[in-house]
């Protein structure tokens, strides 16, 4: 059977004020074209479905015509909510759905749904597992000792059958690692977990499982085992990812033991793309054509130029960040440490952010604003 493993789609989402729609419709169209010519079986989507609890209309749109797609092609598709998704409401009309081949996993409950294909082999089991915390398994299971993900996971394996003399696979959506190796984690999230933290899970949990369809961090890698895979994100959606190479996991398996997995790319209409260099050099002609001008380009400028971002929107349509690079030493920016944040004024601190990001001073405007919202987060907190 063959099954193409994809997640972290974050359909409906914006990239420092650039809606991403077109690209995402772009990429979808190009899964199913995958799908077709790759001949593949069965379609899971491990989480992050949407970028935001409450989707906007533009983004269900897309997700309908996607799934629509998937049906008319005949390919059955398993999908569980992310930590960016309702589980509620992207769940809704799963019943229904499921009679038409989407099968779309509901709220977490203690245990895991089980979907049983078949093929020459014999039974091939899926099991969905919607992203969860720790604590949602204790509430389930008060009697439990548990206090990392860790301890939540054998919870949730253990309130579930499974039979490991057949071929079982997992859709998962969380921090899995291996003991001695960090996760790569690109700009999927904003900080770094490790083995025993709280919200991590050891991948030796997952020993009863063929294959480990993961979603949660956006740079595609295996965990632990070849078998155990975050497929990334189908598009770039921060800086640190620019030189990611973005795709799906064809993962093809046959009889108990035999897995095998490959990348296969996804092209998208515009690359994300950091450049660097003062602003007269980043106009040049020669560097301008060395990309696609329209490309989301993020700047880092070697020098502070005013109205930077007016001046290279004229080259460069689509840039979603400007910041001003140190030129000496070793050209990278200098240290912040939280001593040394501590130590500024907030609005000091904004009044640099806005400039880094934006090449340009605040305005008066601006500032007031800032000043007069921190001022009332202030007085929520005392």
Do not use: W
């Not at 069965?42 to 997700?63: F, H, M």
Request: proline content about 4%; aromatic content about 6%.
């Amino acid at each position: 059977m063959r099954i193409m493993h994809t997640s972290d789609l974050h359909i409906g989402k914006s990239v420092h004020g650039l809606s991403m729609l077109d690209d995402q419709k772009h990429i979808l169209e190009q899964m199913l074209g995958i799908i077709k010519n790759e001949k593949v079986d069965v379609l899971v989507i491990a989480g992050d479905v949407y970028d935001k609890t409450v989707p906007n209309e533009g983004a269900v749109s897309i997700l309908n015509g996607f799934l629509t797609r998937l049906h008319e092609i005949n390919c059955p598709v398993f999908i569980i909510p992310g930590n960016h998704d309702s589980a509620t409401r992207i769940s809704f009309g799963s019943t229904l759905l499921a009679k038409q081949g989407v099968h779309i996993a509901e709220e977490f409950a203690a245990g895991m749904e089980k979907h049983v294909l078949k093929d020459e082999f014999g039974n091939l089991n899926v099991y969905l597992l919607p992203f969860f915390k720790p604590s949602m398994v204790r509430s389930l299971n008060p009697k439990a000792e548990i206090n990392n993900a860790d301890d939540a996971a054998r919870e949730v394996l253990r309130a579930t059958e499974i039979n490991s003399s057949e071929r079982n696979i997992l859709v998962a959506h969380q921090f899995v690692i291996s003991r001695g190796t960090d996760l790569d984690l690109g700009g999927s999230e904003e900080y770094k977990p490790s083995v025993g933290g709280v919200d991590c899970i050891s991948y030796d949990m997952f020993s009863d499982f063929d294959y480990v369809a993961l979603g949660h961090i956006h740079r595609p890698q295996k965990v632990g085992r070849s078998s155990i895979r975050y497929c990334g994100s189908p598009l770039k959606y921060s800086e640190k990812e620019d030189r990611d190479e973005k795709g799906v996991v064809i993962l093809d398996i046959g009889e108990k033991g035999a897995v095998s997995t490959r990348n296969v790319p996804l092209v998208p209409i515009r690359d994300l793309r950091v450049v660097t260099g003062t602003v007269e050099q980043l106009k040049e002609r020669s560097v301008v054509e060395s990309g696609n001008p329209d490309d989301y380009i993020y700047v880092n400028l070697t020098e502070d130029t005013s109205d930077a971002r007016a001046k290279l929107a004229e080259v460069y349509p689509n840039i979603m960040g400007i910041a001003i690079v140190s030129t000496t030493g070793s050209g990278e920016l200098p240290e912040m440490t939280i001593e040394k944040i501590r130590g500024l004024d907030p609005v000091e601190l904004f009044r640099n952010f806005y400039e880094d990001m934006n090449g340009e001073e605040i305005g008066e405007k601006q500032e007031k604003i800032f000043s007069t919202a921190f001022e009332r987060a202030m007085e929520d907190l005392q």
